[in-house]
């Protein structure tokens, strides 16, 4: 039941009504037995300072922000995590006198994948090089791996990313192009990271953008499109005998560090998992 003690959480996003945080988190609020809610906030461009304000000022908890706020909120927080300063993006705001922005995007990735395999001192080769990717590749090196090659359609965006990344971090990070440079890189990759959209609901049909034959058995496919579950991408690591992690797994440990950064406690990733599925039907 909500009442006058209820600590409120939330998504402010545009559009949001489609979010899938709000029923992982709450499943993990009634599972615990924690006395909070989690709701979608519709935040139109330009309102994103009122409403950090406004939820300031009403004592809400923590705020999820996604598109297209991830950016233009920062300059509205008072202070800023390293992680989420170097990538330029804030998904998780806290609010505990005054308001503090992470990013836990790049962090559900790791974690995802260290389900599978750890990721310190591995080659790892990143499709695209936009907003995910950029998340990605910081968080990747900041957790140790040992290099980092961005692969992008428009190889000027991943030289781009890879000067931001070797200019903050003492990194080994190349750039490539998503043909025959990217094959080579993927011969002795040990993780390969799709941030794409490239396979998404509706365009499951895509021609994947890596086959089966350039991938081999000691490689780890994580494809952050999570709709539909196992996308072309996953389906060719499989032939070749990969291992894959599905963009779900991402979904769900960027929700479960948030949840970690508002209340301390670790939320039960089967619950969220179940919220999640039943979801995506
Ligand atoms: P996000 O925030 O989800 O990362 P984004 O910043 O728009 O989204 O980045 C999308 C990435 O997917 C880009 O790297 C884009 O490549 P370009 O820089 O060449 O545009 C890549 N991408 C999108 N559609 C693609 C396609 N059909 N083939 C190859 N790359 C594609």
Redesign the pocket.
Known sequence: MITGRTNVFGIMGDPVEHSLSPPMHNAAFKKLGMDSVYVPFHVKKGEIGAAIQGALVMGVKGLNVT?PHKTSVMEHLDEIDHAAELIGAVNTVKFNNGARGYNTDGLGAVRAIEEVTPVKNKKVVI????????AVSFQILLEGAGEVVIA???VE??KSLRNDLVSNLDASVKASD?DLEVIGEIQDADILIN????GMYPNID?EP?INADVMHEDLVVND?VYNPFETGLLKEAKKAGAKVVPGTRMLIYQGVEAFKIWTGVEAPVDIFEKALMKELG
């Open positions: 598109i499709l695209g090089a936009g907003g995910a990717a950029r992008n359609r428009t965006k991943a998503l941030t794409t959209p490239i895509d953008i952050i």
